[in-house]
């Protein structure tokens, strides 16, 4: 069973940190349910464990916490659904690589549900959206922008950390970083995208595209 859990207003950083990291090691002990949080956060930049110093921009603009998920630097605050995955991926077959494959195609499958093609880019972390409203790159490739992130951390074979997906943030507020490491493409919203989507809309897409998106998982451990 999954408990799938609101936190209410602007959840504080550490401290939700800290009991996401203990709600995953009560799964781990069989103490627990999963879990799915879906939560918004004040503003503030994480720093994974493949963070660049140089792409902390302007590191005064809002507080830094460096984390022990995967990736680089990533940007939270009001209007972007974060959701915590605290996921038994041992029990779900063990595979790191179709697990965090399973991660996009719910994503992918949500934002479908609002006319949304997002797709996946080698060598770059993601769910990304072309923009042939915008110029195209200088080699000539259509201009993309990234919506959603991804990053998480495995321990004794559960999943914490997890997804952002940008409803409606502020994405000026991108520019104190460089996302992810990646200078070249953009970031974008379901609002950017001239969507009237809210926070609610989101969720229930979320709820409803979950199950199938990780029904898939063993036929990706046969590839």
């Not at 940008?166 to 990646?182: A, Q």
Request: aromatic residues 8%; proline residues 9%; hydrophobic residues 45%.
């Amino acid at each position: 069973m999954v408990e799938w859990v609101h936190l209410p207003g602007l959840a504080p950083y550490a401290e939700t940190l800290a009991a996401m990291e203990a709600r995953a090691g009560a799964i781990a002990r069989g103490e627990a349910d999963e879990a799915l949080w879906l939560l918004e956060h004040p503003p503030l930049y994480t720093a994974g464990t493949s963070a660049d110093p140089a792409d902390l921009i302007a590191p005064d603009r809002f507080p830094v916490f460096p984390v022990g998920r995967g990736g680089q630097y990533t940007y939270h605050g009001p209007g972007q659904r974060v959701i915590y995955t605290m996921l038994d991926v041992k029990a779900r077959g063990g595979d790191v690589r179709c697990f965090v494959r399973a991660l996009e195609n719910w994503v992918i499958a949500t934002l479908a549900e609002f006319g949304v093609k997002g797709e996946i880019r080698p060598g770059r972390v993601g769910v990304w959206v072309v923009r042939p409203d915008r110029p195209p790159a200088a080699d000539g490739s259509p201009a993309e922008d990234k919506i959603a992130a991804i990053g998480i951390r495995i321990r004794r074979g559960v999943s914490f950390h997890g997804i952002s997906i940008n409803v409606e943030p502020d994405l000026s507020h991108f520019g104190g970083i460089v996302p992810c490491g990646i200078r070249d493409h953009g970031v974008t919203s379901l609002v950017d995208l001239g969507l009237p989507v809210g926070m609610a809309d989101l969720d229930a897409a979320l709820m409803r595209s979950f199950d199938p998106s990780f029904a898939e998982g063993p036929a990706c451990r046969r590839d």
